[in-house]
């Protein structure tokens, strides 16, 4: 659907802006009229990651006036197959400003504004109150929800992006105008379910493809040029390199945007997307061990089985000497179940401890009372064992 214009314009374009923005200005669906509202935008990019990275380059390269960078983490080199924003130098540093400076070099005339925290239900209306458009690039659910519904409950339009291996998702959410992420996804996936980048990979290129579409719905919906995705959810698979596109309805039972809302204030988002299961905690309490330990054990020769149950391609990277790899998904289907021994203690791990406590679960209810986990998983254990090795 064609919406009109989110910002007014501004009142001019210096000559240098004239000279920067003259590709855009003999466009005739942008024109002036078009730039002036660009530089008298103001937006917010959640995230200086894989999605925040190529967004904040082009919204800054597009003559975009304000732009907010919501983040605090640190650049990591783990970051840089796909984070283009920041560079080797920058590890280490934090990852705003790290961004500032990435931005400031493509456009010095864009003004940038840090806001170097944790995105939370207690900060979140007073940061997105002061922008006009989000962009939303993080990379898990329960900051996803927490983005929706304040972007609700303050009448915000936010693009949305979505990255995972070889596919990627794309969509505007505004619900004046159409649906919200919930209406879409009403409910988070069981905890465990949908592993993460960090977990299941992606690749570094996929982060360019849907955030230059972020970048552009953006640039449509601040302009009011063309038929942004309002309505619409576009999936990428670059594997096959095809685009297609599935139609969203407004849920008039939406518990956000619905015609009799349930959730008219934040709520408790973690709790609400479960960072792993109430089953997996349970089985966690009292039967979590430290990479200490573990080495302890091994060092003392302890009869215990070491189960690694991350994914073949992770074991290759980096594994706890002595470990047996059995894919988590083995023990969901309960095939791994009948080749456990039943003389030794076994001992679980995965990358940081997540889905290992999703295994203990099944194990406890399979009769392994005596089964453990190793809290921080292989992560813990290089930074504590064998700082030589590799993490990823």
Known sequence: ?????????????????????????????????????????????????????????????????????????????????????????????????????????????????????????ENVMDIFSQYDLIVDGTDNFATRY?????????????????????????????????????????????????????????????????????????????????????????IYDALEMQYRQVKVRKDPNCAVCGENPTVTELIDYEAFCGVVSDEAQEAAAGATITPKQLKEWIDDGESIEIIDVREPN????????GAKLIPKNEFLMGTALSGLPQDKKIVLHCKTGVRSAEVLAVLKSAGFADAVHVGGGVIGWVNQIEPDKPVY
């Open 146 to 234: 927490l983005v929706n519904d304040a972007c609700v409950l303050l009448n915000k339009p936010y693009v949305w992006g979505s990255i995972y291996r070889f596919d990627g998702q794309a969509s505007v959410f505004w619900s004046e105008h159409g649906p919200c992420y919930r209406c879409l996804y009403p409910e988070p996936p069981p905890p465990g379910m949908v592993p993460s980048c960090a977990e299941g990979g992606v690749l570094g290129v996929l982060c360019a493809s849907i955030g230059s579409i972020q970048v552009t719905e953006a640039i449509k919906v601040l302009a009011g040029v063309g038929d942004p995705l309002v309505g619409r959810l576009m």
């Open 1 to 121: 659907m064609s919406l009109p214009p989110l910002v007014e314009p501004a009142a001019e374009l210096t000559v240098d802006e004239v000279r920067r923005y003259s590709r855009h200005l003999i466009i005739p669906d942008v024109g002036m009229d078009g730039q002036k509202r660009l530089k008298n935008a103001k937006v917010l990019c959640v995230g200086a990651g894989g999605l925040g990275s190529p967004a904040l380059m082009y919204l800054a390269a597009a003559g975009v006036g304000t732009l907010g960078i919501v983040e605090f983490d640190e650049v990591d080199e783990s970051n840089l197959q796909r984070q283009i924003i920041h560079s080797q130098a920058d590890i280490g540093r934090s990852k705003a400003a790290s961004a500032k400076d990435s931005v400031l070099g493509i456009n010095p005339y864009v003004n940038v504004i840090l806001h170097e925290e944790r995105l939370e239900a």
């Open 314 to 321: 992770e074991y290759e990277i980096v594994s706890i000497p």
